[in-house]
């Protein structure tokens, strides 16, 4: 019987379901580890595929001057809850993130809202709102660095308790 295989079999991910993990030290190795095992007389565990994962903010495909306001700020990959979240968000999926303090947590929801505004944002396009004044200042002063590049838009704090004039 032939068996039907792509061109690329060989080349496919490994199905890590299938991996047995658990290394026996008395089992024979097989392949290169074997005979690196047979030159220094050590039985180690083998793993075909190994890899470093590193994301960046271009992964993401965000708006160019977006990009351009990123790299303009020093940032070069995002933290987890960023990595996690922004992509979910820029899709208009509903987002509830928590993390510790000073993960960029902010930047989140700012990258995202200014990814989603369109080209020429109209009196009011997003509002964003916070219990305190001193987050409602830094949430402003995010909106302004990231939207460095976005000539149209703008930001204001309004507090409440105060008259409009103020």
Do not use: W
């Not at 097989?30 to 690196?36: D, E, K, P, Q, T």
């Not at 565990?45 to 470093?52: F, H, K, L, R």
């Not at 830094?138 to 409440?160: A, D, H, M, Y």
């Amino acid at each position: 019987m032939v068996e039907n295989k792509p061109a690329d079999a060989d080349n496919q991910l490994p199905n890590y379901d299938e991996i047995d993990l658990d290394f026996d030290p008395e089992a024979p190795a097989s392949g290169a580890a074997a005979a690196a095992n047979a030159t220094t007389g050590a039985a180690k565990p083998t793993t075909d595929n190994v890899g470093v994962h590193s994301t960046s903010f271009k992964d993401m495909v965000l708006r160019p001057e977006l990009q351009q306001s990123i790299v303009d700020c020093g940032f070069e990959h995002p933290s987890d809850v960023q990595q996690k979240c922004i992509p979910q968000a820029i899709m208009g999926v509903d987002v509830l993130c928590q993390a510790v303090s000073g993960m960029g947590k902010t930047a989140v929801f700012v990258l995202s809202v200014l990814h989603c505004l369109g080209e020429n944002p109209e009196p009011c396009t997003a509002l964003v709102l916070a219990h305190a004044r001193e987050l409602a200042y830094q949430i402003k002063g995010e909106f302004t660095r990231l939207s460095k590049f976005l000539p149209n838009v703008r930001t204001e704090v309004i507090l409440g308790g105060e008259s409009l004039e103020k």
